[in-house]
C-alpha cells in the first residue's frame, strides 16, 4: 500500500512538467528574435555604412568638379586681357600685307596658330577621355587623324562631333539636377520648362544670339580701319564686326557666381558669430550721465568739414577684371 502511493515531490514535478515546457518554447522563439535582430542589425548597418561611402564619394566628386570650375574660371580671367587685344587686331589684307612685310611677324602668327590648334587638340582628347570612361554615352564621333591636328577646319568638325555626341547625355544631366534643385527649393511647378527646351528655343534664332556675341565696328579699334563715328545716344546699333567675339554677359555672369559663392560661406559664419558675442554696452551711458559727442576735424577756409566715404576700389577692380583698365 505505502509502495503504491506517490510522494509529494513526484506530484510537484508532473505539475511543474507543463510550465517547464512552455518555458523552453518561450526561451526559443526569444533566441530566434534575437538572431533576426542582429541579421536585421547587420544589414541595417551595411546599408548605413554603403551609403556614407556613397555620400562621400558625392561629395568628394562635388569638390574635383568644383576645383575644375575654379581653375577654369581663373584661365578665362587671365585671357580677358589677350581677348580684348586680340579684337584690335588688323584684318583682311592688311594683316596679309604685314605678315608679308615682316618674317618677325609672320613666324610669331603661325606660332600662336599651332599653339591654339594644340590647346583645342588637348581639349579634344580630355573629351574623348571622358566619353570613354562614362558608359551613358551610347554614340560614337567620328576619329581623327593626328595630321588633321593643326588644320582649323578638321578641328571644329571634330569638335562639333563630340558635341552632338555628348549633347543626350548633357541635356538629361542638366534637367534632372534641375528639377532636384526646384524641389528641394520648393519652387517646382507645372509651368517650368526644363533647361534643355529653353536652350533649344533659344536657339532657334540662332542669328540673333551670333549677333550679340560681335561687338560694333565703331566699339572695336581695330588697327588700320578708319575710325567709325560714335553714335548718338537713344540711336539704332550699327553694324557689327563677324571678326570680333565678345561674351561679355556671359562671363559677368560667371563672375557674379562666383563672388557671390565666395561671399556666402564668410556672411554665414558672421551671422553665427554675432549671434554668440555679446554686445558690448555702456550702461553708465544712459540717463545724460555721459556727454556724446564727435571729434570733428579742424576748419579750413573757415568752412566746416565735410565728411567723405572711404574709397571705391570697385571701378579698379572690375577695370582689372575686365581688361578696360590701363
Known sequence: MASGRRSLAEDIADLLEPVAVQDDDEVAA???????LQAGDG?????????????????????????????????RILLQRLLKSAVRFPQGVLAKTIQASDQGVAA????????????????????KGLHERNPAIAATPPKWQRKERRD?????????AWYEATKPFQDASIDRWQRKTLVAGGNLKALNQPVSHQVAQLMQASDAVIERTQLERDQTGVIGQPIQPQQA????????????????????TLLKEFLESTEAPALTSQKYAGTKKRKIVDRRASKGRKIRYNVQEKLVNFMASRESGSLVLASQLFGNLFGSGA
Open 108 to 127: 610669331a602668327v603661325e606660332d600662336i596658330r599651332a599653339e591654339s590648334a594644340g590647346a583645342i587638340s588637348d581639349l579634344l582628347e580630355v573629351i
Open 43 to 75: 544589414d541595417t548597418a551595411a546599408y548605413l555604412a554603403e551609403r556614407a561611402n556613397r555620400e562621400k564619394r558625392k561629395a568628394l566628386a562635388v569638390q574635383s568638379q568644383r576645383r575644375l570650375w575654379e581653375a577654369g574660371l581663373e584661365i
Open 233 to 252: 545716344a537713344g540711336s539704332k546699333p550699327g553694324d557689327r564686326d563677324p571678326e570680333t567675339f565678345d561674351d561679355t554677359d556671359f562671363y559677368s
Open 152 to 160: 582649323s577646319t578638321a578641328l571644329w568638325r571634330c569638335a562639333d
Open 30 to 36: 526569444l533566441e530566434r528574435a534575437v538572431e533576426d
